[in-house]
Each structure stands twice: as structure tokens, then as C-alpha cells.
């Protein structure tokens, strides 16, 4: 069985440029999530899509980051105009089960350098 | 949102000792309490998870025990190996229940 997949893997910018991240989750996988992790800290959960709808983005900084999941199948992480604290693994996962209490697959990560 | 703290942030035990990481919450309406380890430079993967009507739940030298009373719940790791040493993370659903929060993780060395 394939995994999350994600990419790019590794990506340098300059402040205040922007940067877009791709995620493939699991076949069959309705629920997708992306997850921020800072060096040395736990991931932070930036925002949930159940199918193609939003289920939570309560954490995520709305005036800079952006996410979709226009088929309910692929989703795209962007950030513009990206900040010196934006340097950090974004991390894509997803999950077969609706109630939230199942197992979280996630992809190796997109590691964010932001000079 | 749900509030997780995880101690000790590292910890290093000799191998074939027992290794101990503890875990509060703050949401008593949580239900769902997922370890994950992380090797270094890999994707967290779950090793073990306990929901609220269980106690304590164990897969062979791992186990994770609930005291929802206390909003605590810990991983215990027992005959440890090398191969253990990574990164482990404890997490409780957030308030909505929809997604989970992570602690900060605790890194774990098992010296041979």
C-alpha cells in the first residue's frame, strides 16, 4: 500500500516569498490534516479536511497560510508572504477513520527553511 | 484548544531498563490518547493508543495507562533496546474532538 506522499521534501526561500507544499494521502483516506513541526517540538496541527470540507482551521494563520482540497483527494499547503518562523516541517497525514480516533498515517514531511 | 504536557523532554535510560513518559491534558471531555514515535529524520508513526473506557492497555513491552480522573496517562517501555531510542510524542483529541493535539515530546536514549 502507498503512503502519504508529499513534496517537495526540502525547500529554501527568503522571507516574504512565497511557497506552496502538495500532499497525496492514502487511498481511500476522507480525513487529511497538516501538521507544522518546529524544531524539537511536537507537531501543531494547522488544519483538518473531512472529504473536500473544512473540518478545523482554528489554528492556522489565515492572513498568510492557505489550504485546499478542491476533489477531496490531493491538498495544497501555501504560505505568502512567508516569515522567519515558518521554518519548520509541514507535515501532511491522513486517516481512514471519521471519528478521529484512528491511526494518523504521515507523509516524511516538507522541510521549510526561510532565510 | 486542548492543552497536552508531556515531561520529562528527555530522558536516557541503559538498555534492558525500563523508561517512563508522562503525559497531562487539560480537556476532560478527551477520549483518545495516541503515542507516536519518531525516529530522527522519519514520520511519526503510532506505537500505541489507549481510549477513555480502558485503563491500561499493553502490546508486549509497551503500555500505556489512563487516569482520567487525574487527566493523566503515561507510556511505559519496558526491556529497552537501542533500537527504541527516537522521539515520542503524546496526544489527546483538541476540544472540537476532531484532531489531535501533540505534546512536546520527550527524547528517549537507550544506551547499550
Known amino acids: 500500500e502507498a503512503g502519504v506522499a508529499q513534496s517537495p521534501r526540502y525547500k529554501i526561500i527568503e522571507k516574504r516569498q512565497s511557497v506552496a507544499f502538495w500532499c497525496n494521502p492514502i487511498s481511500g483516506h476522507a480525513t487529511l490534516y497538516w501538521y507544522q513541526q518546529i524544531l524539537g517540538q511536537g507537531p501543531k496541527l494547522l488544519i483538518q479536511?473531512?472529504?473536500?470540507?473544512?473540518?478545523?482551521d482554528s489554528q492556522l494563520p489565515k492572513d498568510r497560510f492557505s489550504a485546499e482540497r478542491l476533489k477531496g483527494v490531493d491538498s495544497t499547503l501555501k504560505i505568502q508572504p512567508a516569515k522567519l518562523e515558518d521554518s519548520a516541517v509541514y507535515l501532511c497525514?491522513?486517516?481512514?477513520?471519521?471519528?478521529?480516533?484512528?491511526?494518523?498515517?504521515f507523509g516524511e514531511g516538507s522541510r521549510l527553511t526561510v532565510l | 484548544g486542548e492543552n497536552v504536557e508531556q515531561h520529562p523532554s528527555t530522558l536516557s535510560v541503559q538498555e534492558g531498563d525500563s523508561a517512563v513518559i508522562k503525559c497531562t491534558y487539560s480537556d476532560s471531555a478527551s477520549n483518545y490518547f495516541p503515542w507516536y514515535k519518531q525516529e530522527l529524520g522519519k514520520r511519526p508513526q503510532l506505537i500505541i493508543d489507549i481510549r477513555s473506557n480502558v485503563g491500561e492497555k499493553k502490546d508486549q513491552r509497551i503500555a500505556v495507562t489512563l487516569n482520567k480522573t487525574a487527566k493523566h496517562f503515561s507510556l511505559h517501555i519496558t526491556e529497552t533496546q537501542p533500537e527504541d531510542s527516537a522521539v515520542y510524542f503524546c496526544a489527546a483529541l483538541t476540544n472540537s474532538g476532531y484532531a489531535l493535539n501533540f505534546g512536546k515530546g520527550t527524547s528517549l536514549l537507550v544506551t547499550p
Open positions: 497525514a491522513s486517516s481512514f477513520s471519521s471519528s478521529n480516533t484512528g491511526e494518523l498515517f
Open positions: 479536511f473531512q472529504n473536500n470540507g473544512v473540518v478545523d
